[in-house]
């Protein structure tokens, strides 16, 4: 089955600090690969996306490769702000389901200034 | 830019009661969807809907739980009869539909309180 594991949080950082939130997961087939993020009081928006192997999402300083070997989609920044803060979630959809999403936990990230 | 919409943002009811948690898609999006965050733990999938009729639904959506477009706006998820264990965000979704573009919108959810 489907499934995404990511790290626990919270991830608590400096301003300027690299981040790195790591996410893998399980699918049959080829999945679509997502980072979404939630901002206090706010929705999940869409960070990044990338739709197969190798390719890279990025968006707002942020990146992500999509791995097949290592099934993995790890978020990554070279330098947070204080307004990176937020809850970021891993997801993945079926490259021929696009009916459902299935999320990681969430890492809730802490910049401090 | 589009935007979903959900209300209320917090909901809290007792034991028993039905809540209708509303939501307004993206207007030219075909595909609507409900998910659940119970504290702590994941998002979970809870049903799809298209074309005014769902189209896939997870083993948490039982009997207790129905979703309905009452008009050309809204969606709205009801519960029932709540349960203690119904306590959660809950998130509304849609999708446009077209070829490729699978991406989900969601709205910012509505908290549900169950006394």
């Known amino acids: 089955g489907n499934s995404v594991t990511q790290m626990e949080g919270p991830v608590t950082l400096s301003e300027e600090a690299f981040l790195t939130i790591n996410c893998t997961y399980t699918?049959?087939?080829?999945?679509?690969l997502f980072w979404y993020v939630q901002y206090p009081g706010e929705g999940l928006q869409l960070l990044l996306k990338?739709?197969?192997?190798?390719d890279k999402g990025s968006n707002k300083g942020f990146e992500a490769t999509y791995r097949k070997e290592t099934t993995s989609f790890h978020l990554e920044k070279g330098s947070v702000q204080v307004s990176d803060s937020a809850v970021y979630f891993c997801a993945l959809s079926d490259k021929y389901n696009f009916n459902k999403f299935y999320f990681g936990s969430g890492t809730k990230l802490n910049v401090k200034p | 830019e589009p935007e979903v919409t959900q209300t209320p943002s917090h909901q809290v009811t007792q034991m028993g009661q039905e809540v209708i948690l509303r939501c307004v898609p993206i207007?030219?999006?075909?595909?609507f969807y409900w998910y659940r965050q119970i504290l702590g733990q994941k998002v979970e999938f809870l049903v799809s809907f298209y074309n005014n009729e769902i189209s896939e639904k997870s083993e948490i959506f039982d009997d207790q739980f129905s979703v309905e477009r009452p008009d050309g706006s809204n969606f709205t998820l009801k519960i029932r009869s709540t349960k203690l264990e119904d306590s959660a965000m809950y998130f509304c979704?849609?999708?446009?539909?077209?070829?490729?573009?699978?991406?989900?919108?969601f709205g910012p959810g509505t908290r549900l309180t169950v006394l």
């Open positions: 207007s030219n999006h075909l595909y």
């Open positions: 699918a049959t087939g080829y999945p679509s």
């Open positions: 990338a739709t197969k192997a190798d």
């Open positions: 979704a849609s999708r446009w539909g077209g070829e490729g573009y699978n991406e989900q919108f």
